[in-house]
């Protein structure tokens, strides 16, 4: 059963990846939106397991940098804020 907890990325005006909390995180931590989503979803439960959908390979190594990525403790809270 798919899950899109980011929000599907064919609908417009996605809400994870257009809030404000998101966009003033990859900015202030030099990531892309997307990058930020996926590092809060792994910093949410360490059993957490991502199958990001894309298409091409530059989407994949993007997708797979968020594993690397550390949110401190601020950060998670202004995006806990989110939802």
């Known amino acids: 059963m798919p899950f ?3 929000g599907s990325a064919f ?3 996605n809400r994870v990846l257009g809030s404000p909390q998101v966009m003033e995180t990859a900015a202030r931590l ?3 939106l997307t ?3 996926l ?3 792994l ?3 360490p059993n957490v397991r991502l199958i990001p959908g894309m ?3 530059c989407h994949l190594k993007e997708s797979m940098a ?3 990525i550390e949110l401190g403790t601020e950060a998670r809270e202004l995006l806990a804020s989110t939802a």
């Open 55 to 57: 298409s091409p390979i």
């Open 43 to 45: 910093s949410l439960r």
């Open 39 to 41: 590092a809060w979803l």
């Open 66 to 68: 968020a594993a690397n």
């Open 4 to 6: 899109f907890p980011l």
């Open 35 to 37: 990058q930020i989503a």
């Open 30 to 32: 030099g990531h892309t």
């Open 11 to 13: 609908a417009h005006g």
